[in-house]
Nanobody, 124 residues
């Protein structure tokens, strides 16, 4: 599976962005897909994940109520709608997929495939 993230950019605080992650390769119907981010000088952190069915989602506390993860299996695309953005959301955002239900879905080390990051910058 190859993943290509896009949609990042510069936005003012309170604004919105929608990230996309296009998948190609053998299969898109993996166990789960997720978004992670890494801010300058910080460790990579979990943002959100969605199970293969699209019915089960989970978010890190700081983005609950502001971000929405979704997927379109027909288009083989993962999305992250980000609303009410804050300067602390500034980071390089990565999409990832995991093929088996091993370990914690919020742990990036359990994911098998990663896309290149897309940069989100939120100005105050």
């Amino acid at each position: 599976v190859q993943l290509q993230a896009s949609g990042g950019g510069l936005v003012q605080a309170g604004g919105s962005l929608r990230l996309s992650c296009a998948a190609s390769g053998r299969t898109f119907y993996v166990y789960a897909m997720g978004w992670f981010r890494q801010a300058p000088g910080k460790e990579r952190e979990f943002v959100a994940h969605i199970k293969g069915s699209g019915l089960v989602t989970n978010y890190t506390e700081s983005v609950k109520g502001r971000f929405t993860i979704s997927r379109n299996n027909a288009r083989k695309t993962l999305y992250l709608q980000m609303d009410s953005l804050k300067p602390e959301d500034t980071a390089l955002y990565y999409c990832a997929s995991k093929t088996t239900p091993n370990g914690n879905d919020g742990d990036g080390q359990t994911y098998d495939y990663w896309g290149h990051g897309t940069l989100v910058t939120v100005s105050s």
